[in-house]
């Protein structure tokens, strides 16, 4: 292949826009000002090296695959072509749009020798680029022959060595200036030299000339494959380490001033005589394969989790009319604030917490991801009373109140399950998980619904208040907002979307179905049990067979989810605290099995507090981190990026102002609630 020409290499050109014709030109002597000039107001070639840009990570991005490690700095930032795959009709394969240097690194962790840099392994911080390097490459050449069926592979390892080579050699020259290579004629010659692109060659012109149909490639090359496959085995959020952050760490043991210069510009520092005078440009995605329905699924598996179990009860908070008003409306407000974050993505590409570091700085990116990670551990600290109470009820129902085991020791007892899945780095292996709790969830509420309508059917409406509850309404605000859980995924599902100008319709009538159910739980429940409503409905069930197998499976279902919960808060931190992913390192490895280790006990901690007054913990964490996301951020972002007429900024600031005035309002009115003394102890199936 032939190196692409730089973007700011010119043949020659009069100042008045007439071609030069003179091959002199490039022996003729260089004015160092105009060149310098020339060079600084240039665009941004796609191959030049030095130091990643800034910190953008993205936690809510689907997919971090072999590839996206390739294309990913040591601080988390994507810098992606625009396209990475292309369709050709013509022949009906696809091509790869990447440059070679970037797939040949995806090539190489297909390849048997993908060992660390030899500096690494020798603990040297010192390289040789012309002796080493080469005395490696014939090395790694010699031994693919050794391998079975080496013969037939070792062009594919002969072409990465050689674009790592061409690479190498590369960073010791100059790159403002570059003869370009005279392309072949036919666009077929032009992949010879990919590994096969003889036999490939031969095989479509033989076709040809014998009349028949050329044979049908998934893709052009088989480089071009392995990249493709890069992109379909995708983790999210991973923690591995590509082999950019080997050749970083590599620089990292070779100078303390390369080390110095990363830090000050992971933190944002001023740039020096050390920061480099063109940065890589930060590019869009790869684009989403998810259809609208697999949206649908995962829009359901957002939002529907413990929060509905809570709703009867905060439908008591709030009075049977109250609830229904404004349960709609916080849906309807909801729903608008969604679309108004997905326009906004679709004008700034990249995630929640980066859109704020764009419009605002970086301190409101760390609001962001400080929201989130507040919300997320709530999540897991009210799941984890969730569990408790209900495996308490379940304990007491089977041993026929012989045994009552306390609600901290229950808690506690959780540590021992979930800090082994806290240790997973990858959470494509917690889908199974996932999978096992959607359907417990979805027995659940078959079963509750059907409870409901049997306890109306037999003893009526229970005693209700039918319009508001003065005492306590605002409680609702916040667990009405807590049972929206979903809006830290609305930009990623975005992503995963093959279609995504679709999700607007996508993700408005899924709410509209979510809302029914959140609308008809709550109602319903509330009717047939009245001022006995617990803060966890399944406990107003007799006990069972039937209902202790329903509580078992839902609280299964939800001690299930509690990982996929805590994995994005525990990496969101992780990414602050630790520069390595501890792949190569076995400190780093273990700080962060500890750093996990205290997060579950900190949660177990947290939940024994609020297991108390779980609807006023439920309430608290809607309010305070909850209502920011949905209700102050979006309009906020959307305000400042997207929006023109006054309707608009009138309809952001209105929401904007809902939001403030909802979360400090409901938070005072939560704490001054919980100062006054603890709720009622849960119902028990026990004689005292």
Not at 106 to 116: E, F, G, I, Y
Not at 157 to 182: G, L, M, T
Not at 480 to 508: D, H, N, R, W
Request: with cysteine.
């Amino acid at each position: 292949m032939s190196s692409p020409l730089p973007v700011n290499a010119k043949q020659g050109y009069r100042d008045g826009g007439s071609y030069i014709n003179d091959s002199s030109v490039l022996s003729a002597p260089i004015d160092r000002v105009n060149s310098t000039a020339r060079l600084g107001s240039s665009p941004v070639p796609s191959n030049v090296y030095g130091s990643s840009p800034k910190s953008f990570r993205s936690h809510q991005t689907y997919g971090s695959t072999d590839l996206d490690n390739v294309l990913t700095n040591n601080s988390g930032s994507l810098f992606r072509p625009l396209s990475t795959a292309t369709f050709n009709p013509e022949d009906g394969t696809v091509s790869v749009d990447l440059p070679e240097d970037q797939v040949a690194k995806v090539v190489k962790r297909h390849l048997v020798d993908t060992s660390p840099s030899p500096s690494l392994l020798s603990g040297s911080i010192h390289r040789s680029i012309t002796n080493e390097d080469d005395q490696a490459s014939s090395s790694n050449l010699r031994s693919v022959h050794h391998l079975p069926g080496g013969a037939i592979t070792h062009d594919i390892y002969k072409w990465a060595e050689d674009i790592e080579n061409e690479q190498i050699a590369r960073r010791q020259r100059s790159q403002s200036f570059y003869v370009p290579r005279s392309e072949p004629v036919d666009p077929s010659l032009a992949r010879l030299k990919d590994p096969g692109g003889f036999r490939r060659h031969f095989v479509v012109k033989n076709a040809a000339r014998q009349g028949r149909e050329p044979p049908h490639w998934m893709t052009r090359t088989f480089v071009d494959f392995l990249a493709l496959y890069g992109h379909f085995g995708g983790e999210d959020l991973s923690d591995d380490e590509g082999e950019e952050d080997l050749e970083e760490e590599d620089d990292y043991l070779e100078s303390g001033l390369r080390r110095r210069r990363r830090r000050s510009e992971d933190d944002g520092g001023d740039d020096n005589e050390e920061s480099p005078l063109i940065r890589r440009a930060r590019a869009n995605a790869v684009q989403g394969t998810a259809t609208p329905t697999k949206a649908v699924f995962l829009l359901l598996k957002s939002f529907v989790g413990t929060g509905v179990m809570f709703l009867p009860k905060a439908f008591y908070n709030g009075g049977l009319l109250f609830s229904t008003g404004l349960l709609s409306a916080i849906a309807l407000i909801s729903l608008y604030t969604f679309l108004l974050l997905v326009e906004t993505r679709n004008s700034i590409p990249v995630s929640f917490g980066d859109i704020g570091d764009i419009l605002f700085g970086k301190k409101m990116r760390y609001a962001v991801l400080t929201a989130i990670t507040f919300s997320q551990v709530g999540f897991v600290c009210a799941y984890m009373v969730f569990v408790a109470q209900n495996v308490q009820a379940l304990i007491e129902s089977i041993s026929q109140c012989d045994l009552r085991v306390p609600l901290s020791y229950l808690i506690l007892g959780q540590i021992a399950i979930f800090v082994p899945l806290a240790m997973i780095r990858k959470i494509q292996k917690l889908s199974a998980f996932a999978l096992i709790a959607d359907l417990f969830i979805l027995i659940g509420l078959i079963y509750l619904y059907y409870y409901d309508f049997l306890t109306l059917s037999s003893q009526g409406i229970a005693d209700v208040e039918w319009v508001i509850n003065y005492k306590s309404f605002p409680m609702f605000i916040g667990t009405a907002v807590f049972t929206y859980e979903g809006v830290g995924l609305v930009i990623p599902i975005t992503e995963s979307m093959a279609e995504p100008e679709k999700f607007p319709k996508v993700l408005s009538g899924t709410m509209v179905f979510i809302t029914t159910i959140f609308l008809s739980v709550g109602f319903f429940s509330y009717l047939a049990f009245g001022s006995e409503v617990q803060t966890v409905i399944l406990l107003n069930m007799p006990g069972t067979a039937v209902v202790n197998t329903v509580q078992g499976l839902y609280a299964l279902a939800i001690c299930l989810s509690i990982p996929l919960q805590l994995f994005p808060a525990i990496r969101i931190i992780e990414n602050g605290l630790f520069t390595r992913s501890g792949k190569f390192n076995n400190t780093v490895k273990w700080q962060k099995n500890v750093f996990r280790f205290v997060s579950v006990l900190i949660c177990a901690c947290i939940a024994i507090g609020g297991s108390g007054d779980l609807d006023k913990f439920v309430s608290l964490v809607g309010s305070l981190c909850c209502v920011p996301l949905c209700f102050i951020f979006p309009p906020l972002f959307h305000l400042k990026a997207i929006a023109r007429s006054w309707r608009q900024k009138a309809i952001d600031i209105t929401i904007i102002f809902f939001g403030v005035l909802s979360m400090t309002y409901t938070t005072g009115i939560t704490i001054a609630l919980w100062s006054q003394g603890g709720e009622a102890a849960p119902i028990s199936r026990c004689p005292a």
